[in-house]
């Protein structure tokens, strides 16, 4: 089951998260940071799952934006590596070559 | 008052900050702004409001203010209106908040919506929040809507039935007749979700995964044909552009019936055998060199790994496995490692032919593929590859992170002990690791070390050797230290004469050894632990030396006003042998016996991953961090393996050396020692001849209503740790043990872990602790339940191990806890 679904920027800025579970408020802010730095630290020929805590991380780079899926044991984890780059092409085709500009100003018509 | 400002100006000023409290004092003029726009009720701009609310909230700040604007806005008749409003439900609203049931009108009404659209959100928001009172009174429309015509409605029905079925199970029999004609389907989007809504419901309840094995009275075809039909049609089916993902047609749906089937397939042979075909033909057909090929078989591997396929599928999925390993693609890697652990223990010959891959995987400069290839590199050990497989390991011990360190070498000595293929062998292997990585060694790795060398009858010659040469060239490893000064002071002679069949014998003089011996003593590195070792080391040589007497007398009479309470005390002692009972001290100090070996239960724990073991039942708290706590929990249980025999091995390296008699203890108790600071021989003859480091005489105190003797399990360090005593009136065979942990020192010990074990014919169970903080100066107590089972009415002996963090660094102990008085278990 996907818990989270975070694009967070190179500075640590969220761009978007919807949480898929409750998470209280200031715990989010907390995690967020945390899976940035996991994320920051790896070098570019690591693999792209991270154990963290009771579960998993899947992340991919696009450019300065790092886009974060929080999975459940349960999960293939390669088919979710797919998914973030079938949503990344969506986001594409929706705002014609689509950049974290837009991602940050579209932040409604994203969420639905 | 001016009109309130776009979302989008929002943005632009909120990144126009340069640092957070700047940020903050926008925020918070922003969300001023929205109240009082809120309080004037004004409905234009009520949207753009709450838009910048949810925004607000993304970044991390509170906005509950606004959840009654957003009920509104889901009332009103404007789209662009219900969209914001059941979006911002969907964020800040959820089940504890009261007002979220005055939604339930709005989404009914909503939900019978001319536009499909509107009934869409309704949906969505729906599925994403509901309550179980919502979801209750709403589950007969969404059924209604999962029987439409209408594809784009269907699909959102599928996904908000199947948060109906987690919130309340019993609806699921409300949406099974729905699900017939689900699969008919050709639209992609419900296909994927109906087979999301199976696949819940399968998982759910094992009666509707019987149901859907059967065949079905009526016309309809069984499930799992149709599924194979839809998987054949979408693998042979040519290039469609709408569901393409670089040449594999909807992969997202292929995977999803992938995990479908194998949840059918689990344990039903019928069923697997139908989809037998299906499974090798996708194996053998996907492409493989772009990740969504990969994605699919690597799914399909696990299916083929969970249902009862026949020996030829299941050897095509570990080739796929073997063929993953060699992938560059770490990823691809990572996952193979991952599902070669899972299949190791059903198919171990088949994964043997890879070993050498996996071993190569150790050298690889990813944490998480070196974590993995250790793990299932101990669990290929064997009796035959063990010398070629314990030299990699030991390679990589030498050049890996500190992390992997300790559940490397704990794995060593597991797999060393049971495939040594030669005493020399075995010895020779953990004197390395103890060379390597001696300071990340368990606590109970030495005494382990010496109770083998004391078995290894013809080998102590050989080993004693091999410890001096060890320890005259670096003396700060403790553990190693402990080892060498142990058997230095056992087999000292053998040392001196020079005699050793094994290797070259080297030329050692008595005076050599006492140096090293003392160098020990003095140095700055080692530990009072280790101290105590070369002290009584160095003692028992006054019987074996013959020419060095005097100057061991000097040594220990030094010692005799030592600040460390443990070596004073036993220098007085010693110093008292010399003087008054010198005619005893040769049989005192004699060799030690051989030893009773407790079997450990060795690899098997390390290769179930999830730590599940049938031996003694033991609870213990979540595991902060993955898979090393489950090993230590693991190790816990290795250590209590023995159930009946009273254990000879000395747990505690502060042990005298009289712990392996007990007639040494009471004759040390008839002793009267004179001068020694502390009565501390009269307690000790008590307790049973398990002494245990740091424990304290039994009760000091009495204890409360019960009438049971309280006692201190442990104290240590200053953490000390109470046990006191309940019987149930309700059922006798159950004790209740309320422990109190309270911290004497300075500073605060935190994420204070308490877990326990008990032998085989106990059950425990451990309730959750008041808190994780310890505070300083025994300001305050953590309180934590434990219940034991004890239906035999045997002794009560309990394991504990603590593990905290104080002074900024972690630390953890095992002891062992055999003091209960007898009300507690009789």
């Given at each position: 089951?996907?818990?989270?679904?975070?694009?967070?920027?190179?500075?640590?800025?969220?761009?978007?998260?919807?949480?898929?579970?409750?998470?209280?408020?200031?715990?989010?802010?907390?995690?967020?940071?945390?899976?940035?730095?996991?994320?920051?630290?790896?070098?570019?020929?690591?693999?792209?799952?991270?154990?963290?805590?009771?579960?998993?991380?899947?992340?991919?780079?696009?450019?300065?934006?790092?886009?974060?899926?929080?999975?459940?044991?349960?999960e293939n984890e390669m088919a979710v590596y797919e998914l973030i780059h079938n949503f990344v092409e969506v986001l594409d085709k929706y705002f014609s070559r689509v950049s974290e500009l837009d991602v940050s100003f579209s932040v409604s018509e994203i969420r639905l | 008052m001016p009109a309130p400002i776009r979302l989008r100006e929002l943005i632009r000023t909120i990144r126009t900050a340069r640092t957070q409290a700047?940020?903050?004092?926008?925020?918070?003029?922003?969300?001023?702004?929205?109240?009082?726009?809120?309080?004037?009720?004004?409905?234009?701009?009520?949207?753009?409001?709450?838009?910048?609310?949810?925004?607000?909230?993304?970044?991390?700040?509170?906005?509950?203010?606004?959840?009654?604007?957003?009920?509104?806005?889901?009332?009103?008749?404007?789209?662009?209106?219900?969209?914001?409003?059941?979006?911002?439900?969907?964020?800040?609203?959820?089940?504890?908040?009261?007002?979220?049931?005055?939604?339930?009108?709005?989404?009914?009404?909503?939900?019978?919506?001319?536009?499909?659209?509107?009934?869409?959100?309704?949906?969505?928001?729906?599925?994403?929040?509901?309550?179980?009172?919502?979801?209750?009174?709403?589950?007969?429309?969404?059924?209604?809507?999962?029987?439409?015509?209408?594809?784009?409605?269907?699909?959102?029905?599928?996904?908000?039935?199947?948060?109906?079925?987690?919130?309340?199970?019993?609806?699921?029999?409300?949406?099974?007749?729905?699900?017939?004609?689900?699969?008919?389907?050709?639209?992609?989007?419900?296909?994927?979700?109906?087979?999301?809504?199976?696949?819940?419901?399968?998982?759910?309840?094992?009666?509707?995964?019987?149901?859907?094995?059967?065949?079905?009275?009526?016309?309809?075809?069984?499930?799992?044909?149709?599924?194979?039909?839809?998987?054949?049609?979408?693998?042979?089916?040519?290039?469609?552009?709408?569901?393409?993902?670089?040449?594999?047609?909807?992969?997202?749906?292929?995977?999803?019936?992938?995990?479908?089937?194998?949840?059918?397939?689990?344990?039903?042979?019928?069923?697997?055998?139908?989809?037998?075909?299906?499974?090798?033909?996708?194996?053998?057909?996907?492409?493989?060199?772009?990740?969504?090929?990969?994605?699919?078989?690597?799914?399909?591997?696990?299916?083929?790994?969970?249902?009862?396929?026949?020996?030829?599928?299941?050897?095509?999925?570990?080739?796929?496995?073997?063929?993953?390993?060699?992938?560059?693609?770490?990823?691809?890697?990572?996952?193979?490692?991952?599902?070669?652990?899972?299949?190791?223990?059903?198919?171990?010959?088949?994964?043997?032919?890879?070993?050498?891959?996996?071993?190569?995987?150790?050298?690889?400069?990813?944490?998480?593929?070196?974590?993995?290839?250790?793990?299932?590199?101990?669990?290929?050990?064997?009796g035959n590859n063990v010398r070629g497989m314990m030299k990699e390991l030991l390679y990589f011990l030498d050049s890996c992170e500190p992390e992997f360190k300790a559940d490397c070498a704990s794995g060593i000595f597991l797999a060393a002990e049971k495939y040594a293929p030669s005493k020399r062998w075995h010895i020779d292997t953990i004197m390395r690791v103890l060379t390597t990585a001696g300071s990340y060694v368990?606590?109970?790795?030495?005494?382990?070390?010496?109770?083998?060398?004391?078995?290894?009858?013809?080998?102590?010659?050989?080993?004693?050797?091999?410890?001096?040469?060890?320890?005259?060239?670096?003396?700060?490893?403790?553990?190693?230290?402990?080892?060498?000064?142990?058997?230095?002071?056992?087999?000292?002679?053998?040392?001196?004469?020079?005699?050793?069949?094994?290797?070259?014998?080297?030329?050692?003089?008595?005076?050599?050894?006492?140096?090293?011996?003392?160098?020990?003593?003095?140095?700055?590195?080692?530990?009072?632990?280790?101290?105590?070792?070369?002290?009584?080391?160095?003692?028992?040589?006054?019987?074996?030396?013959?020419?060095?007497?005097?100057?061991?007398?000097?040594?220990?009479?030094?010692?005799?006003?030592?600040?460390?309470?443990?070596?004073?005390?036993?220098?007085?002692?010693?110093?008292?042998?010399?003087?008054?009972?010198?005619?005893?001290?040769?049989?005192?100090?004699?060799?030690?016996?051989?030893?009773?070996?407790?079997?450990?239960?060795?690899?098997?724990?390390?290769?179930?991953t999830n730590g599940d073991t049938e031996t003694a039942v033991l609870e213990t708290k979540p595991p902060p961090s993955g898979l090393q706590p489950a090993n230590q929990a693991n190790d816990l249980l290795d250590l209590l393996g023995e159930s009946d025999i009273t254990p000879v091995i000395p747990t505690a390296p502060t042990s005298k050396p009289a712990s392996a008699g007990g007639e040494l203890l009471d004759l040390?108790?008839?002793?009267?020692?004179?001068?020694?600071?502390?009565?501390?021989?009269?307690?000790?003859?008590?307790?049973?001849?398990?002494?245990?480091?740091?424990?304290?005489?039994?009760?000091?105190?009495?204890?409360?209503?019960?009438?049971?003797?309280?006692?201190?399990?442990?104290?240590?360090?200053?953490?000390?740790?109470?046990?006191?005593?309940?019987?149930?009136?309700?059922?006798?065979?159950?004790?209740?043990?309320?422990?109190?942990?309270?911290?004497?020192?300075?500073?605060?010990?935190?994420?204070?872990?308490?877990?326990?074990?008990?032998?085989?014919?106990?059950?425990?169970?451990?309730?959750?602790?008041?808190?994780?903080?310890?505070?300083?100066?025994?300001?305050?107590?953590?309180?934590?339940?434990?219940?034991?089972?004890?239906?035999?009415?045997?002794?009560?002996?309990?394991?504990?191990?603590?593990?905290?963090?104080?002074?900024?660094?972690?630390?953890?102990?095992?002891?062992?806890?055999?003091?209960?008085?007898?009300?507690?278990?009789?």
């Open positions: 089951m996907i818990k989270f679904f975070l694009m967070v920027n190179k500075q640590g800025q969220t761009r978007l998260s919807r949480y898929y579970e409750h998470v209280e408020i200031n715990k989010r802010t907390m995690l967020e940071t945390e899976v940035i730095k996991n994320c920051l630290s790896r070098s570019k020929d690591e693999c792209s799952f991270i154990e963290y805590k009771d579960f998993k991380l899947v992340y991919r780079q696009y450019a300065a934006l790092f886009i974060v899926v929080g999975i459940d044991q349960t | 700047e940020e903050r004092e926008m925020i918070q003029k922003e969300c001023a702004a929205i109240r009082s726009s809120f309080r004037e009720e004004d409905n234009t701009y009520r949207c753009r409001n709450v838009a910048k609310l949810l925004y607000m909230h993304m970044l991390g700040y509170p906005a509950h203010f606004g959840q009654l604007e957003c009920l509104k806005l889901i009332a009103s008749q404007k789209f662009t209106d219900k969209r914001i409003g059941y979006l911002g439900a969907m964020l800040l609203l959820d089940e504890r908040q009261d007002v979220h049931l005055l939604m339930t009108n709005c989404i009914k009404n909503d939900l019978n919506h001319s536009t499909q659209y509107v009934q869409g959100l309704a949906l969505c928001t729906l599925g994403c929040m509901g309550s179980s009172e919502m979801c209750r009174d709403l589950a007969g429309e969404v059924e209604k809507l999962l029987k439409t015509s209408n594809s784009y409605l269907r699909k959102k029905a599928a996904l908000c039935a199947v948060h109906v079925i987690r919130k309340v199970p019993e609806l699921m029999e409300m949406f099974l007749p729905a699900t017939k004609n689900l699969l008919n389907e050709k639209n992609h989007g419900v296909l994927h979700t109906s087979v999301v809504l199976l696949t819940e419901m399968c998982e759910r309840s094992p009666d509707m995964l019987a149901h859907f094995r059967k065949v079905r009275k009526l016309s309809f075809s069984q499930l799992v044909p149709q599924l194979v039909r839809i998987l054949k049609n979408l693998i042979m089916s040519g290039y469609s552009p709408e569901h393409d993902v670089s040449g594999i047609s909807d992969p997202f749906l292929q995977v999803r019936i992938l995990r479908l089937l194998r949840i059918l397939g689990r344990n039903d042979d019928d069923s697997s055998e139908a989809m037998n075909d299906i499974l090798a033909q996708v194996a053998t057909n996907t492409e493989t060199s772009k990740n969504v090929g990969n994605a699919i078989l690597y799914e399909t591997v696990l299916t083929i790994m969970d249902i009862k396929s026949e020996s030829g599928l299941r050897v095509l999925a570990i080739n796929i496995l073997g063929r993953f390993l060699l992938n560059n693609d770490k990823n691809i890697r990572y996952v193979a490692l991952t599902s070669l652990l899972k299949t190791v223990q059903t198919d171990h010959n088949a994964v043997q032919r890879h070993r050498s891959t996996i071993v190569d995987c150790l050298k690889d400069l990813d944490v998480s593929i070196k974590r993995r290839a250790m793990e299932l590199s101990f669990a290929l050990v064997n368990r606590d109970d790795a030495v005494p382990n070390l010496i109770q083998l060398i004391t078995n290894s009858v013809e080998m102590h010659a050989y080993t004693v050797q091999r410890l001096y040469k060890a320890i005259l060239g670096d003396y700060s490893q403790q553990p190693l230290v402990q080892v060498a000064s142990w058997c230095i002071g056992e087999y000292g002679d053998l040392l001196v004469s020079g005699q050793c069949e094994e290797e070259e014998p080297i030329q050692v003089t008595e005076d050599e050894v006492l140096d090293i011996l003392e160098s020990v003593l003095i140095s700055n590195m080692s530990a009072s632990v280790t101290r105590g070792y070369a002290l009584t080391a160095i003692m028992k040589l006054s019987t074996r030396f013959t020419c060095t007497v005097n100057r061991i007398k000097k040594v220990v009479s030094i010692y005799g006003s030592s600040i460390d309470v443990e070596l004073q005390q036993r220098a007085v002692e010693y110093n008292a042998l010399f003087k008054k009972y010198d005619h005893m001290r040769p049989a005192l100090l004699e060799r030690m016996p051989v030893m009773e070996k407790v079997t450990t239960n060795g690899p098997a724990e390390i290769v179930q040390l108790g008839d002793l009267n020692l004179s001068g020694s600071p502390v009565s501390a021989p009269a307690p000790q003859i008590a307790q049973p001849p398990f002494l245990l480091d740091g424990l304290t005489s039994p009760p000091l105190f009495n204890d409360i209503a019960a009438g049971i003797p309280s006692i201190t399990a442990y104290n240590k360090n200053g953490l000390k740790i109470d046990f006191t005593f309940e019987r149930s009136n309700t059922n006798p065979s159950v004790t209740v043990i309320t422990i109190q942990a309270s911290n004497s020192t300075e500073l605060d010990m935190t994420d204070f872990v308490f877990q326990a074990a008990v032998p085989k014919t106990f059950q425990l169970q451990l309730l959750s602790p008041s808190s994780s903080v310890i505070p300083a100066f025994n300001s305050g107590t953590i309180t934590q339940v434990i219940k034991v089972l004890n239906p035999q009415k045997q002794q009560l002996r309990m394991r504990i191990k603590l593990t905290y963090n104080h002074k900024g660094s972690a630390m953890q102990d095992l002891a062992e806890v055999n003091n209960f008085p007898p009300q507690s278990w009789q």
